[in-house]
Structure formats: C-alpha cells, structure tokens
C-alpha cells in the first residue's frame, strides 16, 4: 500500500471517528441537562442518578435529596433544605437560568420564580 494510500485511509478513518463524537446530541450525557428543563441529580458534581423536570413557576418539596442541580429553564430557582414546608429551612442557592450547583447540599426543595 502506498504511502498516500495510507495517509488517506488514516484520514478518512479519523473522520469518521470525530465525526461520529459530534452526532450525540448533548442530552443524552447524564451530565447535562437538556434546555428548557431543571435536573437534580442524587450525587455532587451531577453525578448519580438524573431527574429531569418540566418547571413552572411555584414552591415544591421534592421526593428525594438532590446533591447538585441545573437549571436550565428562563426562571430563577431557589434551593431549599426544606423542614416544615416550602420557603421553610436553609436556602442554600439561588440559580439564575443556565446554571447550576454542583455541591450546594441535600437540597430538598425548590422555589421557582419568574424573572
């Protein structure tokens, strides 16, 4: 096989293989969140299992303690460790749209809030 012949080979396999990297879309990683939505995962650093969540605008206590959150939504959420109820307990982080915690605490509830 001649040289060239195996340059472009090589080429066209590396192509192939970066190319294919570009064709999962971003959703599908368990370490981001989709756009348009807020996820809380059970580990720090989003890892653990991922709950991804259609948001309006409200108080809600959560059914399990999320040790990181994205929010990815156009509203302002609350981070709560809740106690007695919504608004009730430690807030532990304020997340304007596009951002997120990575290690903020047992966050047990959230309040979301229109910008």
Known sequence: MSILRK????????GALVGGAFVTPAAADP???PKGYACGWTGANRTGTRHVNSLTPGCYPLERVNRSVSNQTS??????????GCN???????????????NPGAVTGIAVYKI
């Open 7 to 14: 340059s472009l080979t090589l080429a066209a396999v590396t």
């Open 31 to 33: 370490n981001t969140c």
């Open 75 to 84: 509203y302002r959420v609350e981070l709560w460790h809740i106690t007695t």
């Open 88 to 102: 009730q307990g430690t807030k532990l982080a304020t997340l304007k749209p596009g951002t997120y915690a990575d």
